[in-house]
């Protein structure tokens, strides 16, 4: 055998092994660029979970109730309340999604408006009112 025909023989291997592991290095390439829109839309829906599961547990309890929820958010274009709903529109690569959660009771939002960058927000969700929840911002 001369060294020619190994040194060859062991580019052919190479090459083959490089065709092999190209496709598995592309879906890690295309994984990774999801990955920053996969956390904010996370951090979205686990906030609002919580703060939907906070309204219901103080909507529960009745008037006089109150709670301070912290929570961390994603950049949102905006965090809306209306009637038995609370939606946070985050922004992704492909434009904003609204993630919406449901909730048992009328919901007030007072000073939500200034809830739009990211990071850790406290909010004091109280009722004084029957049936009616109210959520503002803590500043």
């Known amino acids: 055998m001369r060294k020619g025909q190994i040194a060859i023989e062991f580019l052919v291997i190479l090459g083959l092994l490089s065709l ?3 496709p598995i290095l592309f879906a890690m390439h295309w994984n990774s660029n999801n990955s920053p829109d996969q ?7 686990f906030s609002v979970a919580r703060i939907s599961s906070a309204v219901n547990a103080v909507g529960s309890i009745g008037d006089g109730a109150k709670l301070r929820v912290q929570t961390e958010m994603p950049n949102i274009d905006s965090l809306e ?31 939500l408006e200034h809830v739009r960058i990211e990071g850790t927000y406290t909010f004091e969700i109280y009722s004084n009112e029957p049936g009616i929840v109210k959520i503002e911002l803590v500043k």
């Open 20 to 22: 092999a592991i190209f």
């Open 39 to 45: 956390l904010a839309i996370s951090k979205g829906t």
């Open 81 to 111: 309340i209306g009637p038995g709903v609370v939606v946070a529109n985050v922004y992704t690569t492909y434009g904003p999604v609204a993630i919406v959660q449901p909730a048992d009771y009328e919901v007030r939002g007072i000073g």
